[in-house]
Structure formats: structure tokens, C-alpha cells
């Protein structure tokens, strides 16, 4: 039986194949509404020294083999 993600639930990992330093430090899926979306997450530092992360999420797009 395949992993289904549950409704308002997922899962966040590491990012093992960052690219460039830009590159999201964790990446994942979560499923909202019925929906599948991505979810990217960075390690920031503020100005003011404290540890926070920034957290981007889209509507998960398929890639298509070629």
C-alpha cells in the first residue's frame, strides 16, 4: 500500500540536494483541503542574532517524465 499523506498533515526533510545556497534548507509536502502542496523552509538569522526559519508554500505541481 502506497504512503498517503493525511488531510492537514505532512512531512518536511531535509534538503540533501541544494544546489545553490539559495536553495531551500528543508523541503516537504503537506495536504490541506484535499490539496497537495510544497512547502520549502530556510534557516534565517535576523538582524538582531535570533534563529528564526521562513517558510514558503505552493500548490504542489507534478513533475512530468519525459
Not at 540536494?17 to 503537506?30: F, L, R
Not at 483541503?33 to 505552493?58: C, D, P, T
Given at each position: 500500500?502506497?504512503?498517503?499523506?493525511?488531510?492537514?498533515?505532512?512531512?518536511?526533510?531535509?534538503?540533501?540536494?541544494?544546489?545553490?545556497?539559495?536553495?531551500?534548507?528543508?523541503?516537504g509536502?503537506?495536504?490541506?483541503?484535499g490539496?497537495?502542496?510544497?512547502?520549502?523552509?530556510?534557516?534565517?538569522?535576523?538582524?538582531?542574532?535570533?534563529?528564526?526559519?521562513?517558510?514558503?508554500?505552493?500548490?504542489?505541481?507534478?513533475?512530468?517524465?519525459?
Amino acid at each position: 500500500m502506497p504512503f498517503e499523506i493525511r488531510e492537514g498533515s505532512g512531512s518536511i526533510f531535509e534538503n540533501d540536494n541544494k544546489k545553490s545556497e539559495n536553495a531551500p534548507d528543508y523541503t516537504g509536502t503537506v495536504k490541506l483541503n484535499g490539496e497537495l502542496y510544497s512547502l520549502a523552509l530556510w534557516n534565517k538569522i535576523a538582524k538582531s542574532g535570533r534563529q528564526y526559519q521562513s517558510v514558503k508554500i505552493q500548490p504542489k505541481v507534478e513533475k512530468v517524465p519525459f
